[in-house]
Every structure is written in structure tokens, then in C-alpha cells.
């Protein structure tokens, strides 16, 4: 006997873009990262609310697909500001003072590393390495990336910046 899928209880346009990529996706060996990614590049996060039915869809466990989902820094499972920053807390630019610059962007956004601000202005991520360690403090703004990092650097983009979202 055929189980039935668990339910999808999202908004319709997300519920779709997490069918459109189990459908590109699931079958295939590996399938959670693909799907992963086709779900954030459209929505921007991966819903928790998503996790049963893909689970589902890819024979795994609930567990298995969350201990994948959250041991990838790069997923997001709540929606993200309408700008996102990104700023490198890896070896190459922590010796060419990526601290301050985040505790400095942290002060000039008014935001935590890891959070979205309450005003939902601005989501500020960790990352760990862009590619770009000789020109650091390495930043991506909007998924632009920026060598040279400053916190005003930073801030002047963020309030320039047309909203990526
Ligand atoms: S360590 Fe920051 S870009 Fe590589």
C-alpha cells in the first residue's frame, strides 16, 4: 500500500518551489544537497516546515535530513533580511583583522553575527572563507563579494544597496 506524503503546510508560492525541487531532485543518489540549494536559491531559506516531506522523499529519516541540513553553515532555515552579509571568520582573515571588522559591523547594522535584525533590514552571517584570504577582511554583500573588508565599507553598501529581496 502506497503511504501518502506528509503534509507541506507552507504559503502555496513556497510549497511550490519545495515540489518544483523535489521533483528536479529527489531522485537522484545525493539528492538532499541539490534539493537544499534549489529550495534557499529561490526562497532564500529552507523551511523547517519542508523537512517531513522531503525526509519523505528522499527515504531518510527526519534526523538525517536535519543533522544534514543544519551541519551546512550555508543553509538558512528562517527567512533572511532583505540584505544579507556575509563576513569571512576563517584563519586568513582573522589575521588580517576580520574581529573588529565584525564586531564593528555588528555595532554599525545593530545586528548580532547569526541574526537578522528585528527590522528585517538585514541578516548578518558567518562564512568561512570566500576564496579571497590575500585581500581580506573578506565580506559578501547580496552575494557580492568585497576585499578589504571595513565596517563602513559595509554599512555605506547595506543602505545603498536596492534591497536583494
Ligand atoms: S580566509 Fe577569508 S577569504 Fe579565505
Avoid at 48 to 56: G, N
Avoid at 83 to 104: F, I, N, T, W
Avoid at 111 to 123: I, N
Wanted: glycine residues 8%; hydrophobic residues 45%.
Amino acid at each position: 500500500m502506497a503511504v501518502s506524503p506528509p503534509p507541506l503546510p507552507l504559503p502555496a508560492d513556497l510549497a511550490q518551489v519545495v515540489e518544483s525541487a523535489l521533483a528536479a531532485h529527489a531522485a537522484r543518489p545525493g539528492a538532499l544537497l541539490p534539493i537544499f540549494h534549489a529550495i534557499q536559491d529561490r526562497a532564500g531559506y529552507v523551511p523547517r516546515e519542508a523537512l517531513p516531506r522531503i525526509a519523505w522523499a528522499v527515504n531518510q529519516s527526519q534526523a538525517d535530513v536535519l543533522g544534514t541540513l543544519s551541519f551546512y553553515h550555508d543553509f538558512r532555515t528562517h527567512p533572511p533580511g532583505r540584505h544579507v552579509v556575509k563576513l569571512c571568520r576563517a584563519e586568513a582573515c582573522q589575521a588580517r583583522g576580520s574581529d573588529a571588522v565584525v564586531a564593528d559591523v555588528e555595532g554599525r547594522l545593530r545586528v548580532g553575527m547569526g541574526r537578522t535584525r528585528e527590522d528585517g533590514a538585514v541578516t548578518l552571517e558567518p562564512v568561512y572563507c570566500l576564496g579571497n584570504c590575500a585581500l581580506g577582511p573578506s565580506a559578501m554583500v547580496d552575494g557580492r563579494l568585497h576585499a578589504r573588508a571595513t565596517a563602513d565599507r559595509i554599512a555605506a553598501l547595506v543602505e545603498e544597496a536596492p534591497p536583494c529581496r
